[in-house]
């Protein structure tokens, strides 16, 4: 009887694991960019980001750093991000075409504004307070703990608004202007991950099992697609790493696995997973990995910045309905 029941829960997870893979068959992998012969390298301080039909490769991330530090000031002075990363030598900005796949003149970049493609603050962004006060931010608009076990949003100029209640220990994050995916994770009777509105009303529920604890998440410019990137270990790594983790000094776990969705940010239907193993997930691109992720502003591309200095260009199934 046992050995029925682990043969039956082989097959299920096989036969699970092709759904997944072929629900997104139509998106598919249609350019691949080596930036490592450009003197790229997995620790480059590096950004990707789209503005209109270029992608970009930016070095400059101290741009996203200086703004989220202003606005996270302007509830605490004084106490804004203290990480600095080592000033590294100056690598080129290099454009290119989407359709062409051509780099071209950073001159069609007149008129952008470099700032607005940064991620909001998540993750490790900043240390202190910051993260237990602050779960998530996003240019001005940033969530707060209430100190009554509750959440609220608040902007720069805008009433405050309440979010939730007994939700300060869920982790949270922007996926739209105007939405948070709110992902419990604490509560053995009350798992799950919803998308919410700034008035906290449910709009959809995702499946809490595909949604990792702690993702990280980035949108595109109009709001209508949202990704999330995790980095985790997986069943079989909690066996193998096991003991290595337990004699490491490190205050981590061995990532075996790194995972990044897209979804439709109207109803939550997923239109894009691809995971990879360990090289990848375990790789020193890991430390913010926003910046390393980015849609397109109409939402049919992804790329993603690889460590080993490769971006590679997704484009994303059309959204079907329900």
């Given at each position: 009887?046992?050995?029925?029941?682990?043969?039956?829960?082989?097959?299920?997870?096989?036969?699970?694991?092709?759904?997944?893979?072929?629900?997104?068959?139509?998106?598919?992998?249609?350019?691949?960019?080596?930036?490592?012969?450009?003197?790229?390298?997995?620790?480059?301080?590096?950004?990707?980001?789209?503005?209109?039909?270029?992608?970009?490769?930016?070095?400059?991330?101290?741009?996203?750093?200086?703004?989220?530090?202003?606005?996270?000031e302007r509830v605490s002075p004084g106490r804004g991000p203290e990480f600095h990363v080592p000033a590294a030598r100056t690598r080129k900005t290099l454009v290119f075409d989407i359709d062409t796949h051509q780099?071209?003149?950073?001159?069609?970049?007149?008129?952008?504004?470099?700032?607005?493609?940064?991620?909001?603050?998540?993750?490790?962004?900043?240390?202190?307070?910051?993260?237990?006060?602050?779960?998530?931010?996003?240019?001005?608009?940033?969530?707060?703990?209430?100190?009554?076990?509750?959440?609220?949003?608040?902007?720069?100029?805008?009433?405050?608004?309440?979010?939730?209640?007994?939700?300060?220990?869920?982790?949270?994050?922007?996926?739209?202007?105007?939405?948070?995916?709110?992902?419990?994770?604490?509560?053995?009777?009350?798992?799950?991950?919803?998308?919410?509105g700034l008035d906290g009303k449910t709009r959809y529920r995702l499946d809490p099992g595909k949604v990792q604890s702690g993702p990280y998440a980035v949108f595109n410019s109009t709001g209508t697609r949202f990704a999330l990137v995790s980095t985790y270990q997986s069943g079989w790594g909690r066996i193998r790493y096991w003991l290595a983790d337990r004699l490491s000094d490190d205050l981590f776990i061995t990532a075996d696995r790194k995972t990044i969705q897209v979804f439709s940010t109207s109803d939550g239907q997923q239109l894009f997973e691809k995971t990879w193993r360990k090289d990848e997930a375990d790789a020193d691109n890991n430390w913010q990995p926003d910046l390393k992720l980015a849609l397109s502003d109409e939402g049919a591309f992804l790329a993603y910045y690889t460590h080993e200095a490769t971006v590679l260009v997704y484009r994303l199934a059309s959204d079907t309905g329900h």
């Open positions: 009887m046992g050995l029925h029941f682990r043969l039956r829960f082989l097959i299920t997870t096989f036969l699970v694991s092709v759904t997944s893979f072929t629900s997104f068959a139509s998106s598919q992998q249609v350019w691949t960019i080596n930036l490592h012969a450009r003197g790229y390298d997995s620790r480059s301080n590096v950004r990707i980001w789209f503005w209109r039909h270029y992608l970009v490769v930016d070095p400059n991330v101290e741009i996203c750093r200086a703004l989220n530090k202003r606005n996270l780099e071209v003149s950073l001159e069609v970049l007149a008129g952008a504004d470099r700032a607005a493609a940064c991620p909001q603050v998540q993750g490790w962004w900043w240390f202190g307070k910051y993260r237990v006060e602050i779960p998530a931010a996003w240019k001005d608009r940033l969530v707060r703990k209430d100190g009554q076990g509750g959440l609220y949003v608040t902007g720069e100029g805008q009433p405050d608004s309440p979010l939730c209640r007994a939700c300060a220990d869920d982790g949270v994050r922007w996926v739209a202007p105007d939405l948070l995916l709110i992902k419990k994770f604490d509560s053995e009777k009350n798992l799950g991950a919803e998308v919410v």
